[in-house]
């Protein structure tokens, strides 16, 4: 199965999210698993939106907290989100550079979802993705999706050149025993997705700005259409 996963961050307002999804009613089935991680209080009107409109998407939270419901004050526990999301962002590399998460906290993270039943996708970056995957323990990992996302490549307009991307990806397959989904994602858009989701290279993307605009992203759903 391919992926295609929009991360919207700390953008758009709950009328423009709504917005945004509205423009998708009526589309119908989809060749792709599409997620759309949109800010955590857009999520259960999303969620109610997204059945009501018979949307083909599902939906992920931008991050969960690595500890259980608790005296945690401000923290998103996984059972609070589980009944509106199928996926969760773990890791991505703009919370282990802002919020200082370290790889331990990332691998809780990924047990929180895992023990709620959310698909946690975990982010990794070089020259770190080997110590970022190998810090969750393989059991957990399987249960996973993971993306590659350069730190060069995010929000820059700059990608990874499609062969570099390969490699890496390859080198990530292996720690996982070529049994977890790799996605690629930094400055995916319409126009480059498919260098980097083929056979060849990585099962999905993971998307960030390119994912905001309704066009772009309806035409990334249509590359995958057979
Ligand atoms: P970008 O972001 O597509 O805007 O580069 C990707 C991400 O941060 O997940």
Redesign the pocket.
């Known amino acids: 199965m391919n992926y295609l996963?929009a991360?919207w961050?700390s953008f758009k307002s709950l009328d423009k999210s709504l917005g945004w999804l509205e423009t998708f009613k009526g589309m119908g089935k989809t060749d792709v698993e599409v997620v759309v991680c949109p800010p955590f209080p857009y999520l259960r009107l999303m969620n109610e939106k997204v059945d009501e409109w018979r949307l083909p998407f599902s939906l992920g939270v931008q991050d969960i907290s690595p500890f259980p419901f608790g005296a945690y004050t401000g923290a998103i526990a996984a059972e609070m989100v589980k009944d509106w999301v199928k996926y969760a962002?773990v890791g991505?590399?703009?919370r282990r550079r802002y919020f200082h998460e370290t790889h331990q906290e990332v691998a809780n993270k990924v047990d929180m979802c895992l023990e709620s039943e959310i698909i946690p996708i975990v982010?990794v970056d070089e020259p770190y993705a080997t110590q970022q995957v190998a810090a969750i323990p393989q059991k957990s990992l399987k249960k996973c999706l993971i993306?590659y996302?350069p730190l060069d490549?995010?929000?820059?307009?700059a990608?990874d050149d499609p062969e570099h991307a390969k490699e890496v990806i390859k080198r990530i397959r292996l720690k996982s025993d070529n049994e977890v989904p790799v996605l690629y994602?930094?400055?995916?858009?319409s126009a480059n997705i498919s260098e980097f989701v083929n056979d060849e290279v990585s099962d999905g993307a993971?998307?960030?700005?390119?994912?905001m605009r309704a066009d772009e992203w309806r035409m990334m759903i249509e590359v995958f259409r057979r």
């Not at 490549?153 to 307009?157: E, L, R």
């Not at 994602?185 to 858009?189: C, E, L, Q």
């Open positions: 996963v991360n961050k962002i991505h590399s703009e982010c993306a996302e490549a995010i929000g820059t307009g990608p994602g930094g400055s995916v858009t993971l998307v960030g700005g390119a994912s």
